[in-house]
T-cell receptor
Framework: ELKVEQNPLFLSMQEGKNYTIYCNYS?????LYWYRQDPGKSLESLFV?????AVKQEGRLMASLDTKARLSTLHITAAVHDLSATYFC??????????????FGKGTLLTVNP | KAGVTQTPRYLIKTRGQQVTLSCSPI?????VSWYQQTPGQGLQFLFE???????NKGNFPGRFSGRQFSNSRSEMNVSTLELGDSALYLC???????????????FGPGTRLTVL
């Protein structure tokens, strides 16, 4: 059974600081996703990483994927208050092709303080 | 383009009742997935439908069922409700067309189910 572990689960940062959220998973997969969820809201897709070595950046967020280490990172650069949210990574455990079955991590609650 | 819509947004039921939730995917999306989100268990995959066929199913009891219609709209049903079924139920849609697909999954706002 695929397991997805995120750490830390809680992260309190100061504005302007950098930090990294880690996402480890237990079985082979080359499809990993990052989502953001604001309180009381649904999930917003941030990044889709589809191959080993994939790196994607959007604003102050950068995500990478190392399929050999079964590890993805979400790096936050110069955090601002608007980044406060819960961030989830999810791994596709589907049988390949067009099948699709996401297993989510527990989420990282990020709070950015002034 | 309209996003994924879910109805109702909020629902209160009592134990033993059944409930049906509805999801309308983004126009042109044929894959619809359902997830349950609770504080204790987090986000858990329920099932995925594509062209009216269930392709994947998560580890939930048979009380949880779903279906998809020819217009890609989907419903999920929970029978004999238990207190532990209280959760946010999220629907997501994705574009797939044979080998051509995008991997971005778009989530709806969710249905908040409370079982008393």
């Amino acid at each position: 059974e695929l397991k997805v572990e995120q750490n830390p689960l809680f992260l309190s940062m100061q504005e302007g600081k950098n930090y990294t959220i880690y996402c480890n998973y237990s079985t082979t997969s080359d499809r990993l996703y990052w989502y953001r969820q604001d309180p009381g809201k649904s999930l917003e897709s941030l990044f889709v990483l589809l191959s080993n070595g994939a790196v994607k950046q959007e604003g102050r967020l950068m995500a990478s994927l190392d399929t050999k280490a079964r590890l993805s990172t979400l790096h936050i650069t110069a955090a601002v208050h608007d980044l406060s949210a819960t961030y989830f990574c999810a791994v596709d455990a589907g049988s390949g092709g067009s099948n699709y079955k996401l297993t989510f991590g527990k989420g990282t609650l990020l709070t950015v303080n002034p | 383009k309209a996003g994924v819509t879910q109805t109702p947004r909020y629902l209160i039921k009592t134990r033993g009742q059944q409930v049906t939730l509805s999801c309308s995917p983004i126009s042109g999306h044929r894959s619809v997935s359902w997830y349950q989100q609770t504080p204790g268990q987090g986000l858990q995959f329920l099932f995925e439908y594509f062209s009216e066929t269930q392709r994947n199913k998560g580890n939930f009891p048979g009380r949880f069922s779903g279906r998809q219609f020819s217009n890609s709209r989907s419903e999920m049903n929970v029978s004999t409700l238990e207190l532990g079924d209280s959760a946010l139920y999220l629907c997501a849609s994705r574009y797939t067309s044979g080998r051509l697909r995008t991997d971005t999954q778009y989530f709806g706002p969710g249905t908040r189910l409370t079982v008393l």
